[in-house]
């Protein structure tokens, strides 16, 4: 079984050319809200936008929570120059008996295009199969979410699977259908 306790002995800090991935804080909460309270941004992970500053801090509460639980890893995305806060990456469904984890991501929409988001995956799935020795990672996606596919097809993700009307979208009020990618450490570090 993976051992994961150095991990979450302190939380990671991890850097990009352009971006510094770090733990949430309570003071993050407005910058949080203002990212999650747009649809666009939460379409395809079936919430609702966030409704206040309120809800923000309970899910950054509840990102602590997992964290001190050794059940999850979410970073803070900030920019380097500025430090302003633009989303957040993660690792959760973490499977140690499986050396396996499940990765996600959110950008604001001001910054979608830039190519931030495949130079951030880069870095958190180095951290994930080179320093947490993960064998295998997953994405799940809502098979309309094109951008999301190209991000993950640009770092080695295949398509595993596609599942029919699995989920249930409050968002949209309907069940819809979720992709799952997979990438394997020995298809990561031929890239890396």
Not at 95 to 108: D, T
Not at 117 to 136: A, K, Q, W, Y
Not at 140 to 154: H, I, M
Not at 155 to 168: A, D, I, P, R, T
Request: charged fraction near 20%; charge should be negative.
């Amino acid at each position: 079984m993976l051992e994961l306790s150095h991990i979450f002995a302190e939380f990671p800090t991890l850097e990009t050319e352009r971006c510094i991935m770090r733990p949430f804080t309570p003071a993050d909460a407005p910058a949080f809200f203002e990212i999650m309270r747009h649809e666009q941004v939460t379409r395809y992970i079936g919430q609702k936008p966030m409704a206040s500053v309120e809800d923000a801090v309970a899910r950054l509460e509840r990102f602590q929570r997992n964290y001190e639980q050794q059940e999850g890893l979410v970073w803070a995305v900030t920019l380097r120059n500025g430090g302003q806060l633009i989303g957040n990456v993660l690792f959760w469904n973490l499977m140690p008996a499986h050396y396996r984890a499940e990765v996600g991501y959110v950008l604001g929409p001001e910054y979608w295009g830039q190519g931030l988001m495949t130079e951030i995956l880069r870095v958190v799935l180095d951290f994930g199969f080179n320093t947490m020795g993960l064998h295998s990672i997953e994405a799940q996606t809502d098979p309309d979410n094109a951008a999301s596919r190209r991000v993950l097809e640009k770092q080695g993700f295949v398509l595993e699977g596609h599942y029919h009307e699995n989920y249930y979208d409050i968002t949209r009020d309907r069940f819809t259908d979720t992709t799952v990618f997979s990438l394997l450490v020995q298809n990561w570090n031929g890239r890396s």
